[in-house]
């Protein structure tokens, strides 16, 4: 793949083919597009797909402008699939890896491909973003809830039912969560210029969406055992109001209420460098508030008075 991607044209459209041709097969079977039964949750097939989104991954990570747009003409036909992967294998147990990969798999293409992308090309990749978000959020949030209500019925035995595997799962928790404020980061920093104004700004509404995901995971009580999270994710929420304040003086009353309980929760976090940041976060929410208030009520306010006339000239003497 190496070799095909620094050759010449012809040779890299071979070597994408003979690449790209057996991973689409996959997602075609996942989907049910595909002319062979076979079950998609075996332990089988999810490595064989496990292994296809790895070989993706690869591809998706190309540097360059020809080299990324050769690379988006093959993989932009499967950013939906593999958007689509997040919510058939999020509930499963069995599909974590999956999940983990595809995941991975946006973070990379976004970071990689977007900057080179035409206007379309990008907003669809920044749609397909944000239902990764929403779906690794929606089955992130049930299995919690499920998890928890287990462990309060743990809690009532005398045994510890907390076991290595467990350790393990929470530590994914914590990367994956990492990994979709990092997409959501991506989709902000990377350079937009080649893209229309209203494709830039429908970016900052996924994100911005992608945000409200995001605090949901946030409100999952493990997820208060990893500093990092919130860390990132109150220096991500700087960035965006600092960029564009505008976003949050049009956001609605009971959003921006949102916003300030999860900036409050860091002021009062045990970890000083998630106060420091979610206390940033608190200065630039202030800062854009305050200037947008600013700016309405001064081209809200009537125009001044005009000046009185001038007095009249004096009488002649008689």
């Known amino acids: 793949l190496g070799e095909g991607i620094g050759g010449e044209p012809q040779k890299q459209r071979r070597v994408f083919s003979m690449v790209v041709a057996p991973i689409r097969d996959i997602l075609h079977s996942v989907l049910g597009h595909s002319k062979f039964k076979e079950n998609k949750y075996s332990s089988g097939f999810i490595r064989r797909l496990h292994i296809a989104l790895s070989m993706l991954h690869g591809v998706g990570r190309t540097e360059g402008r020809k080299s990324c747009q050769l690379s988006h003409a093959f993989l932009g036909t499967h950013f939906e699939a593999i958007a689509k992967l997040v919510g058939e294998y999020g509930a499963r147990e069995e599909g974590r890896y999956v999940v983990s990969k595809a995941v991975e798999f946006f973070v990379d293409t976004v970071e990689s491909h977007l900057a080179y992308c035409t206007s379309q090309q990008a907003l669809f990749l ?10 690794y959020t929606r089955h992130f949030t049930r299995a919690a809830a499920a998890a928890e209500g287990e462990a309060k019925s743990a809690a009532k035995s005398p045994h510890d039912s907390r076991s290595p595997e467990g ?3 929470e530590s994914k928790d914590e990367e994956d969560v990492l990994n979709l404020i990092k997409l959501l980061s991506n989709l902000t920093t990377s350079n937009l210029d080649d893209i229309s104004e209203g494709t830039r700004s429908q970016a900052l509404d996924a994100v911005l969406q992608g945000l409200f995901c995001v605090m949901q995971l946030l409100g999952v009580a493990r997820m208060i055992h990893y500093p990092s999270v919130y860390q990132a ?3 991500l929420f700087s960035q965006l109001i600092i960029k564009n304040p505008a976003k949050l003086a049009r956001m609605k009353p009971q959003d921006q209420s949102k916003f300030s309980e999860c900036v409050l929760f860091a002021l009062k976090h045990a970890d000083a460098k998630v106060a420091r940041t979610g206390l940033n976060a608190l200065r630039a ?3 854009a508030i305050v200037r947008s208030g600013t700016s309405s009520s001064s081209s809200s306010s009537p125009p001044p008075p005009p000046p009185p ?3 009249p000239p004096p009488s002649p003497p008689p």
């Open 309 to 311: 006339p001038p007095p």
């Open 285 to 287: 929410m202030t800062l």
């Open 233 to 235: 994710f109150y220096v």
């Open 126 to 135: 920044i749609r397909q973003s944000l239902v990764v978000v929403q779906s």
């Open 167 to 169: 350790e393990e799962e």
